[in-house]
């Protein structure tokens, strides 16, 4: 299955609004209270995490951070916990430690270290930068710096399938371009609200990578993909004439760009290299225009060093 994680009201995602002294404090602090599996949750959405917390299974991470937002209120808690796939006969204990009002650390470990001291941790480790990391973690952008978007763009999502990985905003946006972006997308931008963003997104990529997008094998197997929202889609199927499915036009290769134009939005996809990018764009976004747009964001995205970081390797920013 693949597992699409949304950059909005997610469960969790790699965000690359958030600077690498972060991923390496929760680094840190795992290694100090000696936990491989440690994460930081904003308003329900893991936006921090160690490489091992990302390599549980997207059930795993979607169970976790479902708890974590439904805690009610203390400084911390110690919670005994059965992962479904990783340990479902031996329960672990999940330290949860409040920063700020909708802000934790959390941890999984076993016997040790004591809940004391694991807060004494985190006072030495998290103190400092609580403020700071709950701005960049609500930052309505969601792009790191340098990732300079038209305004006609109201959406994307980037997937890595090699990697496993993705990012996504849904206000991605950051500057107001030439005058004939202006102009082209006076009037729309913002016209959409998030949650339609979101949904229009979503159906877009159910409808292209169910049926049109290729999906990369490697050694015969499948990779899945983890991105964020809580959204559970199926990976596109490899597409030959053997296995029956012909796409809607009966042809049986395999199609690497697609769009669809509505009173709404327009939307385009791409399938370069080893990545798939799903971008929403204003309406009055001329038809002509939407590959050479994509193909800007698609190049944006790729040359951008932190965006790198967060498709390669573990999801750090």
Request: with cysteine; proline share 7%; charged share 20%.
């Amino acid at each position: 299955r693949v597992h699409v994680v949304w950059q909005h009201n997610a469960h969790s995602i790699p965000s690359t609004s958030i600077p690498l002294c972060f991923q390496q404090c929760m680094d840190a602090f795992s290694e100090a209270v000696h936990s491989g599996y440690g994460c930081v949750s904003v308003d329900g959405k893991i936006i921090v995490a160690t490489e091992s917390w990302w390599n549980l299974s997207p059930l795993e991470i979607g169970l976790l951070a479902h708890l974590i937002a439904s805690l009610p209120p203390a400084r911390c808690q110690d919670i005994p916990v059965y992962l479904p796939r990783a340990s479902n006969k031996v329960a672990h204990r999940m330290l949860v430690f409040s920063l700020l009002e909708g802000v934790h650390v959390c941890v999984l470990c076993d016997a040790e270290p004591s809940l004391r001291r694991a807060q004494d941790e985190v006072g030495v480790y998290w103190s400092g930068l609580t403020e700071r990391l709950v701005k960049c973690a609500r930052n309505p952008s969601s792009v790191p710096p340098g990732v300079d978007l038209s305004p006609s763009v109201l959406a994307f999502c980037l997937v890595n399938l090699r990697s496993r990985r993705c990012v996504s905003s849904l206000k991605p946006s950051t500057f107001l371009g030439d005058s004939i972006n202006n102009t082209l997308s006076a009037g729309f931008q913002g016209e959409l609200s998030t949650e339609e963003r979101h949904r229009y997104l979503v159906d877009f990529y159910k409808t292209v990578a169910d049926n049109m997008l290729p999906s990369q094998v490697k050694d015969g197997v499948k990779q899945e993909t983890t991105a964020a929202n809580g959204a559970q889609l199926r990976p596109p199927e490899e597409v030959t004439p053997a296995n029956g499915r012909l796409l809607h036009a009966g042809i049986p290769h395999k199609i690497t760009e697609s769009y669809i134009c509505t009173k709404k939005y327009k939307a385009y996809t791409l399938h370069q290299d080893e990545y798939n990018l799903f971008v929403l764009l204003t309406p009055n976004t001329p038809t002509f225009a939407l590959r050479k747009a994509t193909m800007d964001v698609y190049k944006t995205l790729t040359d951008n060093k932190e965006v790198g970081v967060a498709l390669e390797g573990a999801p750090v920013n």
